[in-house]
């Protein structure tokens, strides 16, 4: 058999492919000139079956099978022509026509026909002879045959002889078949070799699928990587769920918000997640370029794998281009994958229509998905169902999460059965989903026993969801500790919560470095909690950048109006959020600009929000206007909430009307109320008017 290379150089015009070499038998195909075809089955996983149906053998074939062309082959194969037996064997192989198959294929191979060789192993295999197969495989393998070597070497691998395995399939790839690349790859990848990608690459290069999800999986992964905690993209706190616009510092945070959204365990699925990594040593710049660049080549090979039909790839494909804002192109993807039966994706195309105003649409995907057993779907089902008052259906879709395995729907039926008030249900469930590790059910319950009195059970389960990264869990133990006048450990607990991006966490810090006297250290932790939208922090903040600035000398005829600070624009922001001191501020440094209209609008606010100082600011602007009527009334407001200036004021003004008996009642409460000075002038006051009385 010394020519069988030689002579069967020309004639390898096909190849067979099986799903496994167990099985030689299921799916069957031909790909002309070696091309690297594989057989699926309709509606199979794709990651497993293009795993699978990496095939040993190829088949001899004319493209064209009819029953003139059967014909031609079997008379010329008949009259002793090698390549006609060839190709006829393979033809009835490829027919399922074993029997038929045989002799010719034995017949070719005995004229050292190569592919003859190959696909009489295939045969034999199919016929459960592996052995006497991978026998004629190493003949056709030597001779040359890429696709003999690739089913040797899987052969090889199946009996757990690595070193074997790997020299048969390094010998396929180095050839260039695709098959044995992706096989070689997945042996390297077995063993946490790098070179896998190397061959990886090679097999997606010549169109394997499954390579190329694979590829673009380790792309993925890779970028996710390179944007690890404190790395440029990588905002601290985010996606930690629901974070609350207030929350009051000294009281516990209540996270249970009952929506899909808030509930935290209603999230996206493939979001590939970013594991620590060590200190950042590439320029921010830089950094990103380099993820941006691997996600772009990882969304390549994902669309060609897509575009082949994996499913999975066209899911991963979906939401690389969701996060990335291009909607209708993750949508068309999500549509491929779910259409195909991608559980998974079908859920995300249904956020991706809630997210568009879409419910019906939404909800018609999560009940497929939900309904092929997906917990996610279901759980945003139950959300779905228990924003719209419809409490009994959404619990039967949380208690179907549950039964698909997933323990959100035990957290999302704790939620539930708070927000009725069943606080007993409501615990029971807490308990089942915080014993499985759900950080946030573990807050959760922490909350419901700490609001029952029971802070010595709380604790732990708020300690339990703060070690699994519950950022909440850490803010309430800070809360927890500064409740037993525990400062220090309370500050190490909202450190915790502060670096994590927790707004009034970093609030409380900042106030602990200002009582320390770490203005540097407190400014920090102050912007951080002002530019998370906390208006205590923003008040706070300005107060310390306003307490650096030198006192505004007095104001030059014709000089312009001078630009707000930057501490003005704080207490601004403070005051448009509400803040009734900033409010005040507010209108002090307009009244100090001369715009009494503006100084007016924020006294006003502050006023009639309960401000007394508001109330007595606002009064001075009216009886500076002549409106002594509207002002009486704002200083008798602030002077009941306990304002002694107004009670002042509102002494004076009484005095002048000659109302003696009411002005020496409020001289007496501006002198409870004082501060020292206003206490001794209404004192004198009071005196002046006694002696008008007894006159």
């Given amino acids: ?116 060789a190959n696909n009489l192993g295939v045969l034999l295999h199919q016929r459960g002879y592996p052995e006497e197969a991978a026998g004629w495989w190493r003949i056709a393998a030597v001779a040359g045959s890429a696709a003999a070597a690739h089913a040797l070497g899987r052969h090889f691998r199946e009996r757990g002889d690595e070193p074997a395995a790997e020299y048969w399939l390094r010998q396929s790839a180095e050839q260039g078949h695709a098959l044995g690349a992706y096989a070689l790859a997945d042996l390297l990848e077995h063993r946490g070799d790098a070179g896998a990608e190397r061959w990886l690459r090679a097999a997606a290069e010549q169109g394997h699928r499954e390579a190329a999800y694979r590829l673009a999986r380790t792309l993925e992964l890779r970028a996710a990587d390179e944007t690890g905690p404190g790395r440029v993209g990588a905002g601290s706190g985010a996606g930690r769920p629901g974070a609350a616009a207030d929350r009051d510092p000294r009281g516990v945070v209540d996270r249970l918000p009952l929506t899909a959204s808030a509930a935290g365990p209603i999230s996206r699925p493939v979001r590939p997640s970013a594991p620590p990594s060590g200190p950042e040593t590439v320029p921010p710049d830089t950094a990103t370029r380099l993820r941006l660049s691997t996600l772009d080549e990882a969304a390549q090979w994902y669309q060609q794998a897509a575009a082949r039909g994996h499913r999975r790839a066209a899911l991963h494909l979906g939401a690389i281009l969701e996060r990335r804002g291009d909607l209708k192109e993750a949508g068309r993807w999500y549509l491929t994958a779910a259409k195909d ?298 002077a009941r909430a306990g304002h002694g200036r107004a009670a002042l004021r509102l002494a004076l003004l009484a005095a002048r009307r000659g109302e003696l008996t009411e002005g020496q009642r409020w001289c007496a409460r501006a002198v409870e109320l004082g501060p020292a000075e206003v206490a001794e002038r209404a004192a004198r006051l009071r005196e002046a008017l006694h002696q008008e009385l007894t006159a």
């Fill in 341 to 638: 039966g991608e559980t998974r994706a079908a859920c995300a195309l249904g956020f991706l229509l809630r997210d568009a105003g879409d419910e019906e649409s939404a909800a018609i995907w999560w009940l497929r998905a939900a309904q092929e057993g997906d917990g996610n779907a279901a759980n945003a089902l139950g959300a779905l169902h228990a924003a719209r008052g419809q409490q009994q259906t959404a619990e039967r879709w949380y208690r179907a999460a549950m039964t698909a395995g997933d323990v959100n729907g035990a957290y999302n039926l704790g939620l539930l059965c708070a927000s009725q008030d069943r606080v007993q249900q409501a615990e029971q469930w807490y308990r089942q989903a915080a014993y499985t590790g759900h950080r946030e059910a573990s807050n959760a319950l922490a909350v419901l026993l700490l609001q029952a009195g029971d802070a010595i059970g709380a604790e732990p389960w708020f300690s339990k969801a703060a070690e699994a990264g519950s950022v909440d869990a850490a803010f309430n133990l800070g809360i927890l500790h500064a409740g037993r006048d525990d400062d220090r450990t309370a500050l190490v607990w909202y450190e915790r919560a502060a670096a994590a991006g927790h707004t009034e966490a970093a609030l409380q810090v900042g106030i602990a470095r200002l009582r320390d006297g770490d203005d540097p250290g407190a400014e920090h932790h102050l912007r951080c909690a002002a530019g998370g939208g906390s208006a205590e922090a923003a008040f706070r903040l300005a107060t310390l950048l306003d307490a650096r600035q030198p006192p505004p000398g007095p104001p030059v005829l014709g000089e312009p109006m001078a630009e707000k600070t930057e501490c003005e624009e704080w207490y601004e922001r403070a005051a448009e959020q509400g803040h009734r001191r900033a409010q005040v501020r507010v209108g002090m440094l307009a009244a100090a600009r001369g715009d009494m209209t503006d100084a007016a609008r924020w006294y006003r606010e502050a006023a009639e929000a309960g401000s007394r100082n508001g109330a007595f600011n606002l009064g001075l602007l009216l009886a500076r206007e002549g409106n002594e009527r509207e002002a009486a009334l704002w200083w008798s407001r602030a």
């Fill in 1 to 116: 058999m010394e020519n069988m290379g030689d002579r069967a150089t020309l004639l390898e015009t096909g190849r067979f492919v099986q799903r496994h070499p167990r099985d030689a038998a299921d799916g069957i195909d031909s790909a002309p000139n070696g091309a690297a075809g594989t057989a699926v089955r309709k509606g199979a996983d794709t990651d497993a079956a293009d795993h699978d149906a990496d095939a040993a053998g190829e088949i001899i074939a004319d493209t064209v099978e009819s029953a003139g062309a059967e014909e031609r082959y079997r008379r010329a194969a008949d009259a002793g022509d090698t390549p006609s037996m060839s190709m006829l064997g393979a033809l009835l192989l490829r027919r399922g026509d074993l029997d038929g198959a045989e002799s010719y294929l034995r017949a070719a191979t005995a004229e050292g026909d190569r592919a003859a």
